[in-house]
């Protein structure tokens, strides 16, 4: 799968709907998911995926990079979630983390969403993380 990464600005408002699940159909047919990075801590790194009214947090521990394990209660589940959230350094920078955000979104696709795409662009709202 052919993988495109545009960097887009934070937009001034940006809305979602709680509770709702990003649908797979909607990928399929538009091909685009927005990547949204915010700040957990100083260094790590919340990664959330937007797709239409949907917004979902895609902290995955991915070989290779350094992430940082928590388990937190879900207040709307009522359920316990483990999250690796990216640890950003000096080594782990901006190239790194879209490394990490194509990993991330090949697996959303493959194990979630059970789709088979030939290309995916992903737009990438990192500007305030880095």
Do not use: C
């Amino acid at each position: 799968m052919k993988i495109n990464i545009i960097e887009v600005p934070t937009p001034m408002f940006s809305e979602f709907t709680l509770g709702a699940t990003p649908k797979a159909s909607e990928l399929s047919e538009k091909k685009v998911i927005r990547i949204v990075a915010s700040h957990e801590t100083k260094t790590r790194i919340n990664t959330s995926m937007k797709l239409g009214a949907s917004n979902s947090g895609v902290n995955f521990d991915v070989e290779g990079f350094k992430t940082h394990y928590s388990r937190e209660h879900s207040w709307i589940s009522g359920e316990y979630q483990e999250k690796y959230y990216f640890v950003k350094s000096k080594k782990q920078g901006l190239e790194q983390y879209k490394e990490y955000v194509k990993e991330v979104v090949k697996d959303v696709i493959a194990n979630y969403m059970k789709l088979e795409l030939d290309e995916i662009t992903i737009e990438l709202q990192a500007d305030k993380v880095f």
